[in-house]
């Protein structure tokens, strides 16, 4: 049983930079998906960014190419979401997720793909 954990939210002014760490636990495997999805009030949740861990290939939604790079420090277990030229339009709660070798698969950006889901970090980007 995994478990994630993600951290570094907090309130910055738009053009500005956040980091987000997602710490890994209990994987017993090396190739996983870690997903990261933002979440605003009455809406569904949406994919950000994805990294294959061991692999480091990564995705990227359209809205962020450019402004976000998911990377990994695979000796501590840990992504990071590297979040450029905030806009307030960014301003969500940040979920990390990992896959499970049990569950099924249905792209990146399916939220359905992911088994371990993290508790959440809010970023808000003020303009």
């Known amino acids: 049983q995994a478990k994630l954990v993600e951290s570094g939210g907090g309130s910055v002014q738009a053009g500005g930079s956040l980091r987000l760490p997602c710490a890994a636990f209990?994987?017993?495997?090396?190739?996983?998906?870690v997903g990261w999805f933002r979440q605003v009030p009455g809406q569904e949740r949406e994919a950000v960014a994805a990294?294959?861990?061991?692999?480091?290939?990564?995705n990227y939604d359209d809205s962020v190419k450019g402004r976000f790079t998911v990377a990994q420090d695979e000796a501590k277990k840990t992504v990071f979401l590297q979040m450029n030229s905030l806009k307030p339009e960014d301003t969500a709660m940040y979920y990390c997720?990992?896959?499970?070798?049990?569950?099924?698969?249905?792209?990146?950006?399916?939220?359905?793909?992911?088994?371990?889901w993290g508790q959440g970090t809010q970023v808000t980007v003020f303009s």
């Open positions: 997720a990992g896959t499970s070798r049990e569950g099924g698969w249905y792209g990146w950006h399916r939220p359905s793909s992911y088994g371990y």
């Open positions: 990294i294959y861990a061991d692999v480091g290939s990564t």
């Open positions: 209990g994987y017993t495997y090396n190739r996983y998906y």
